[in-house]
């Protein structure tokens, strides 16, 4: 059984740092791209920051440059995403989510081009 499951969020104050766990389970991590999206109340979902399945390929959304970092651990079958100097505009439930890539690709923040889902994480930052 496919099963993607994230785990971390939590309140958060400005400038403050969380790091976002995704686990697989049932698939084969390293044959996967692995894409973090969010969603904010009465937004769309946008992608967040994807790494492709050797960690080779990586893209972060602009406004989240240089303080959220993704990276993977195929052998423990998890991808993380650390998460540092928060603002209150990062506040969104957190979606982990996998699509089956080549080895050559590189990954997208295309959020149709996933196939697995997790339910999310939310992530609340407040003073």
């Known amino acids: 059984q496919v099963k993607v499951v994230e785990s971390g969020g939590g309140l958060a104050q400005p400038g403050g740092s969380l790091r976002l766990s995704c686990a697989a389970s049932g698939f084969i991590l390293n044959d996967h791209h692995i894409g973090w999206f969010r969603q904010a109340p009465g937004k769309e979902r946008e992608g967040v920051s994807c790494i492709s399945r050797n960690g080779i390929s990586i893209s972060t959304l602009s406004s989240v440059k240089g303080r959220f970092t993704i990276s993977r651990d195929n052998a423990k079958n998890m991808v993380y995403l650390q998460m540092s100097d928060l603002k209150p505009e990062d506040t969104a439930v957190y979606y982990c989510?996998?699509?089956?890539?080549?080895?050559?690709?590189?990954?997208?923040?295309?959020?149709?081009?996933?196939?697995?889902w997790g339910q999310g994480t939310q992530v609340a930052v407040s003073s």
């Open positions: 989510a996998a699509r089956r890539g080549s080895s050559s690709a590189t990954c997208t923040l295309i959020k149709g081009q996933y196939e697995f």
